[in-house]
Every structure is written in C-alpha cells, then in structure tokens.
C-alpha cells in the first residue's frame, strides 16, 4: 500500500538554528513529490514539487531534495515566520487524482 | 483572479444528520479534489472531479458524495454523520487533472464538528 510517513512530528528551533525535515515515501510509480506549508486555520499552501531523484529545488530559505526513498525540506537560517506545519505528499502511478499525504512536520521557531 | 473559496466556514451538526459543503474553484480551472483533515493529521483524498465526472476516490465509504458543476464549482454531501466525521474539509482546484503538473490550489477549509 502506499504510504508516506514525515519526521519528526514537531521540531523547535531557535532563529538561524538550520535543520531539515523528512519525508519517507512507498509509492509505486512516482509522478511527483509535493511539499506544502500549512498555517493554523488555513489550507496548504504550495511551495515545491519534485519529480526524480537527485532532483533539488529552492525558494527563500527552502530547499527540497529528493532521493528514490525519501525526500528532505532543508531550512536554513530560520526565522519565526517560517512557523507551520510542513506537509509532504506523493502523486503514484495507481492513483487518478489522488495525492497521499504524510502526517506533517510541525515547526516552531523562536525569536 | 479570485483564488478556492469555501462555504461555510464553520459548521456543527449532530450524529445523523446530512451536511453539503460548498466549493468555488480558481477561475479557469475544471478539476476540484476533496480532502478530509483530522486534528494533527494529513489531509486524506476523498475524490476528484475533472469536467464535472469523478475522476478518482479515495477509501471513503458511499455516504460521502459529489458533484461538479458546469462553472466547475463543486459540493461534497456526507449522509449519516458520525462523530468521526469531525474534520477539515479541504477544496482544491487545478488547471487539469494531471494533478503532477498542475498546481492544486487549496481553499481555507470548512470545520465540521459532528457533537
């Protein structure tokens, strides 16, 4: 079954402390690696799809990386504003429409 | 150009009852996927609709139904509430169902609390 699995649950760092958030994925057939911010009270938000590994993409602070097992959402230097939550999801061959979502990352940076 | 909105915001129904929830899509897009979002969890895919047909569904059972109209806006109509019902409803929308190379554009969401 397919599946995607996102470490750890939550995270705290101090501002300018850099780290990265994982996202381990069982998908056969994988057409896209999706990474999402979430603010409270609202919808995801896009920020990145991958489509093969050795694949890598930046905005801001960001970059993702993606391997044939697992993706990585690299945060350098982080500010407050980047407090969220950080969902990852996966696009597999079998499933029409469907994007199988990890459970998130909960970030909280502090001043 | 307006972006996904939802109607309503909030909503609170007792076990049973039936609830239809309200989708506007991003203008010029046809395809409109439905997300259930637990407390502290991913949102789970419910369905897909592309050009007004199902396009793909997730494990819900059948009390959870479509439909996509002609300007593409959709509903989501759950039958028989339960208490874990409770949740999220994310919209999204795209220019295409090729969700891979499409962006999907997420509305706010409309809480359900299921009492």
């Known amino acids: 079954e397919d599946q995607v699995t996102q470490s750890p649950e939550a995270l705290r760092l101090q501002e300018g402390e850099s780290s990265s958030l994982n996202c381990s994925y069982t998908v056969s057939g994988l057409r896209g690696l999706f990474w999402y911010r979430q603010d409270p009270g609202k919808g995801p938000e896009f920020l990145f799809t991958?489509?093969?590994a050795g694949e890598e993409k930046e905005k801001e602070r960001l970059k993702a990386t993606l391997t044939k097992k697992e993706s990585f959402l690299h945060i350098t230097a982080p500010k407050p504003e980047d407090s969220a939550t950080y969902l990852c999801a996966a696009h597999g061959s079998s499933n029409t429409g469907k994007l199988i979502f990890g459970q998130g990352t909960t970030l909280q940076v502090k001043p | 150009e307006t972006g996904v909105t939802q109607s309503p915001t909030h909503l609170i129904k007792t076990r049973g009852q039936q609830v239809t929830l309200r989708c506007s899509s991003q203008?010029?897009?046809?395809?409109v996927s439905w997300y259930q979002q637990a407390l502290g969890q991913g949102p789970q895919f419910i369905f897909q609709?592309?050009?007004?047909?199902?396009?793909g569904r997730g494990n819900f059972p059948p009390r959870f139904s479509g439909l996509q109209f002609p300007n593409y806006s959709s509903e989501l109509n759950v039958n028989a509430l339960e208490l874990d019902d409770s949740a999220l409803y994310l919209c999204?929308?795209?220019?295409?169902?090729?969700?891979?190379?499409?962006?999907?554009?997420f509305g706010p969401g409309t809480r359900l609390t299921v009492l």
């Open positions: 991958l489509y093969s």
């Open positions: 999204a929308s795209s220019l295409d169902q090729a969700i891979s190379y499409n962006e999907q554009f």
């Open positions: 609709y592309y050009r007004e047909e199902e396009n």
């Open positions: 203008s010029g897009h046809n395809t």
